[in-house]
């Protein structure tokens, strides 16, 4: 055992090595009580740097510097979708449809999207359609474009294993990112038709679900060859503003067993088989009743981002489940009620979950642009004086 390279890969890298961000973010993962808080943020949305920039943020700001962000200290390896199916090759994306002012095009994941003519960014899209409506169209559409071995997958194996194997001897948690079942079943055939589809074509559903279990397992594998993964990553939004969207019967049946399937395969396959591999789910909605599912069934670790607006609350949540890594919670709507409001709310959550350990403050979803740079400043500050 004490042969082991300490590399990151085959044992893990001494703290003394370890980035600072590293070895911050691991203690967050460690829920060390009393441990200074990561510092980042979920992101921002589109017009809010714009809107910053008007007032006064230089264009060329190193926003860790100006907001007191955290070294990096995770690295992510993806490759496998992220809110839709990991397509190699994609859809081409063309126009189905001329509506006048709008138009009908199909997007890289096989979606008909209602759009305004030639935008595609900066607006809720409408789905009119799905590339999955029976074996037929789900073999004919999709399948093949998940064949594990197409050689484009592979183009870049090299340059990626390259950079996970260096951030793993800094110390970074290595995270492999993939598209949850849900929200891939969900981009193949709709959250209403998916819904329906559970009654009336299972043999469909599992049929998709054996081939993204093949794709992730395969792909997972070759990546594990030359590192050692710290976590396992689903981005999933199973939940909408008052719970989950499928029931947590549906989950066993559909989702569970295949979830299950990877992480076991994954565990078995790790060069430093002491390391433990933290299982991550991202929801938006209300997600607490969908914790004791995912711990039960696959061990999940960490859970992110707990929707404000939907009810979540990670005070309460952190005491609930003392075990679970929190990260998000922070309302991005109260950011624009000023300093009055941030301090209420900063002062309420940061010192208690930075005294129970295991959380990451970030907004609840990307900034939104009615937040001004002096108060997202103030924001900031307050994070930083509580946060250590």
């Not at 792909?219 to 060859?225: K, S, T």
């Not at 960490?302 to 949540?317: N, T």
């Not at 940061?350 to 002096?374: I, N, Q």
Request: aromatic letters at 10%.
């Amino acid at each position: 055992m004490h042969d082991r390279p300490a590399d990151g890969i085959h044992a893990m890298v001494p703290r003394e090595r370890m980035d600072p961000g590293a070895r911050k973010l691991r203690d967050t993962y460690e829920r060390v009580p009393g441990a200074p808080l990561y510092q980042r943020e979920f992101g921002y949305m589109e017009g809010t740097l714009d809107r910053w920039r008007a007032e006064g943020l230089a264009s060329d700001a190193d926003l860790a510097e100006v907001f007191g962000f955290d070294p990096p200290g995770k690295h992510d390896l993806r490759e496998l979708g992220w809110c839709e199916a990991g397509f190699c090759p994609p859809f081409e994306e063309e126009v189905i449809e001329d509506r006048g002012q709008h138009e009908v095009y199909r997007d890289f994941a096989g979606r008909h999207v209602l759009a305004f003519r030639g935008r595609r960014n900066g607006f809720m899209p409408e789905y009119v359609d799905h590339p999955v409506k029976d074996m037929k169209t789900w073999e004919e559409n999709c399948k093949w474009r998940m064949d594990p071995s197409t050689p484009q997958r592979w183009e870049d194996f090299s340059e990626r294993t390259a950079s996970a194997k260096s951030a793993a001897g800094a110390g970074w948690i290595v995270s492999q990112g993939l598209v949850g079942g849900y929200m891939y079943l969900r981009s193949l055939i709709g959250p209403e038709g998916l819904l329906y589809a559970f009654y009336d074509m299972p043999d469909v559903v599992h049929a998709c679900m054996r081939t993204w279990l093949e794709l992730a397992d395969a792909v997972i594998a070759r990546h594990q060859e030359q590192v050692t993964l710290d976590e396992l990553f689903l981005a999933e939004d199973i939940c909408y503003n008052h719970g989950p969207l499928v029931s947590p019967d549906m989950m066993k049946q559909f989702l569970l067993p295949y979830y299950e399937q990877l992480v076991a395969n994954v565990k078995s396959r790790q060069i430093d088989r002491e390391r433990h591999l933290f299982v991550q789910i991202d929801t938006d909605g209300y997600a607490p009743p969908t914790i004791p599912v995912y711990q039960e069934s696959i061990g999940m670790d960490v859970m992110s981002p707990f929707e404000v607006a939907s009810g979540c609350d990670v005070v309460e949540i952190g005491r609930q489940w003392s075990g679970l890594v929190i990260l998000g919670g922070i309302d991005k709507r109260v950011l624009a009620k000023g300093p009055a409001a941030i301090d209420v709310m900063a002062e309420r959550i940061l010192p208690a979950m930075r005294a129970r350990g295991g959380y990451v403050p970030t907004c609840d979803h990307s900034v939104p642009s009615e937040v001004s740079l002096a108060d997202y400043l103030h924001y900031r500050k307050r994070c930083l004086q509580l946060g250590g």
